[in-house]
């Protein structure tokens, strides 16, 4: 901006000056500044728009991030207990299967005794067919 006097000495009027300035001012930079104003409220907008979708964002992955960790919790907590229930049922399937071995072998020892018996009084009687043949022959002879 010029200075309004010159060596001490006024150019004009109030008036006079407030013309000069006038005419000095551009009209197009008040518009620009308009535009410009109305630009960066523009992207203001976008802006506070962006944040609330972000905030809203935000708020929908810490709700989710709790919803999968009660997810992990819950999964961890029925892991844990169908692995203790797997342990049990191995254990009671464990011990099922030693008494059907031991029966097995109670089993085994009873047919293992019945085969002696069996073959004992096989002999028995292959002994006293031979006997009773001697016998008959002897009879036949007399």
Known sequence: MELLHDSDELVGSLDCQLKRLEEKID???????LKDLHRQDDEIRHFKNVETTMNTVASSVKELDGTIRKLEERTGS?????TSQIKVTEAMVADKHKGLISKIN???????NLEKKIDFAV????????????LRKLLWLD
Request: proline share 3%; net charge positive.
């Open 27 to 33: 009209t197009s930079q008040p518009i620009a500044l």
């Open 78 to 82: 029925k892991f844990t207990e169908m």
């Open 106 to 112: 109670n089993i085994n020892s009873r047919i293992d």
């Open 123 to 134: 002999r028995e009687l292959k002994s006293e067919t031979r006997k009773t043949s001697f």
